[in-house]
Each structure stands twice: as C-alpha cells, then as structure tokens.
C-alpha cells in the first residue's frame, strides 16, 4: 500500500474568487490560476488550497476543516474576525485550547497556539 499525500485542499463555494482571496490574505498565500473564476488556487508554504465554484454549496457543518497553528490565538481570531470571519466556539480539552472560528462562506477552521494556550 502506497503513502497518501495532500495535493490540495478544495472548498465549494459560490464565489471563488473573493473566497481564495480571502484565505490568500491570512495564510500569506499567492491566488493562482483563476479558471475564470470557476476553480482557483491559492499557493502557501502549506498544502495548495483550492476553491471551486458551485451553485449549491452541502449546507451543514463541513465534514474536513483546517487546523491551523499560529503564535498568539487571540489576536489571530480576533483579526479574522474583524475581516469577515465569525467566532463559533472557544473550546478546552484538559489544558490545551483552540477557537473554532467560520471563513466568510461558514467553512469551520480551528486556531490553535504551538504551546497550547
């Protein structure tokens, strides 16, 4: 049995453009290959995101999310948020601690701090 590798990370949304561009700002990515607009990838140091366009987004809570590492959990919320994310939940478990927070298009991410905090 062959190792899986991620080759990219695909979200459906009604605007991919404006959505890329978004995870381009806060990831410091390059929005790349915009398929007139319809598929669109932003390239980081992390894994390839992708956004593809499409008319009727699965509602519900996505079933994959991003777990994203940063040095100070509160600041980074708080900046997502005042650039259009939303704060969904601050979550414990023992003591480590994350915030569940949603991109403008309600894809649920999480913020975690190295040390746990």
Excluded: Y
């Amino acid at each position: 049995m062959s190792t899986l590798t991620v080759g990219m990370i695909t979200f459906d949304t009604t605007d991919a453009v404006a959505l890329a561009t978004w995870w381009a700002r806060h990831t410091g990515g390059t929005v790349q290959d915009e398929a007139d607009g319809w598929f669109v990838t932003v390239a980081s140091d992390g894994p390839t995101l992708a956004f593809q366009k499409v008319a009727d987004p699965t509602p519900g809570k996505n079933r994959v999310h991003l777990d994203l590492h940063v040095p100070d959990r509160t600041v980074t919320a708080q900046a997502l948020v005042a650039d259009g994310a939303t704060l969904v939940a601050e979550r414990t478990m023992g003591d480590f601690a994350w915030t569940v927070l949603a991109d403008p298009d309600g894809n649920q991410f999480c913020l975690a701090q190295e040390d746990g905090a």
